[in-house]
C-alpha cells in the first residue's frame, strides 16, 4: 500500500506540568513524529514513559507546552477551541482501553453519537452506524446496552463508534488492554482490516511488544522521549 500526504507533522514537543511555583514537571522532552496517511504506527513503551501524554496531545486532548504541530493541515497550536472540538469530532477516531460508552442507550445509538454532534441527519446516521456495526460484527447486538455486552463486545461498539465520522486519522490507547487474549485478537484483527481494506491511519499505543510487532512502523518510547524506531511485520501473526 503506497502511503499519501503526511497527516502528522509533530516537531520538538514539550509538555511541563506546573505543580507549584517554581517547581515543574517536564514528561515530554521535545518528542518529533511525523505519520503519513495510511499507516500502521505503534508507540509502545513502559507505564510512565509519556504514553498517556502524547497521545492527549496526538489527539487534541490537551495542547504541547512547547513545539509544533500539524493535524492533517490544522496547525493546532493556533487553533481555537471551538475549532479543536471540531477536529476531534471529525478528524480523530478515539478507541480507550476503558470503551466509555454510555451505559444507558443502545450500542447503535452510541456509534450514533458523534455523528449527531457533528449534526448528521437522522437517517443518514442510522444508516452508517448500521453499516459500521455490521463492519465490526455486531449487527446481532446493535439494539443491546453496553451493560448487556461482554468486554470485546464492548470494544467493537468503541471501534464502530471511532470510524462514524470516517477520520482521518484512528488513535487507540492500549485498546486490548482489559481484555483476554483471544478476545484481544478479534479487536486487533478489525484494526488490521480497517488499515488493509480502507486505508486507515492507525496510531496505536500500547505496552505489549507482540502488538506492536503487529504494526509497519514500531516507535519506542522511555522517559518522555523517542529511543528507536525499527519496522514490524505489518500484519496479524499467521
Not at 505543580?19 to 511525523?34: F, K, V
Not at 501524554?53 to 493556533?78: A, H
Not at 443518514?124 to 448487556?148: N, S
Not at 477520520?167 to 483476554?180: M, N, S, Y
Request: proline residues 4%.
Amino acid at each position: 500500500m503506497s502511503k499519501g500526504d503526511v497527516i502528522i507533522d509533530a516537531h520538538d514537543i514539550v509538555k511541563r506540568y506546573y505543580i507549584g511555583h517554581p517547581n515543574e514537571l517536564e514528561i515530554l522532552h521535545g518528542i518529533s513524529i511525523t505519520v503519513r496517511e495510511g499507516e500502521f504506527v505503534a508507540i509502545v513503551g513502559a507505564s510512565g514513559s509519556g504514553k498517556s501524554t502524547l497521545m492527549n496531545i496526538i489527539g487534541v486532548l490537551d495542547r504541547p507546552t512547547e513545539g509544533s504541530y500539524i493535524l492533517d493541515n490544522v496547525d493546532v497550536m493556533k487553533a481555537r477551541d471551538n475549532e479543536l472540538s471540531e477536529i476531534r469530532n471529525k478528524k480523530i477516531g478515539f478507541v480507550f482501553q476503558t470503551y466509555n460508552l454510555i451505559s444507558r442507550t443502545s450500542a447503535l445509538k452510541n456509534v450514533e453519537l458523534p455523528m449527531m454532534y457533528a449534526k448528521v441527519p437522522g437517517g443518514k446516521r442510522r444508516k452508517r452506524a448500521k453499516e459500521l456495526m455490521q463492519l465490526v460484527e455486531m449487527e446481532d447486538r446493535m439494539h443491546h446496552t453496553p451493560d448487556e455486552l461482554s468486554g470485546g463486545q464492548k470494544q467493537r461498539v468503541a471501534i464502530a463508534r471511532a470510524m462514524a465520522n470516517d477520520p482521518a486519522l484512528i488513535l487507540a490507547d492500549e485498546p486490548t488492554g482489559a481484555l483476554d487474549s483471544k478476545t484481544g485478537r478479534r479487536v486487533m484483527d478489525i484494526f488490521h482490516r480497517l488499515h488493509e481494506e480502507q486505508g486507515k491511519t492507525i496510531i496505536l499505543i500500547t505496552h505489549s511488544p507482540e502488538l506492536a510487532e503487529e504494526c509497519e512502523r514500531i516507535l519506542t518510547l522511555s522517559d518522555g522521549m523517542f529511543i528507536g524506531e525499527r519496522k514490524g511485520s505489518g500484519h496479524a501473526p499467521l
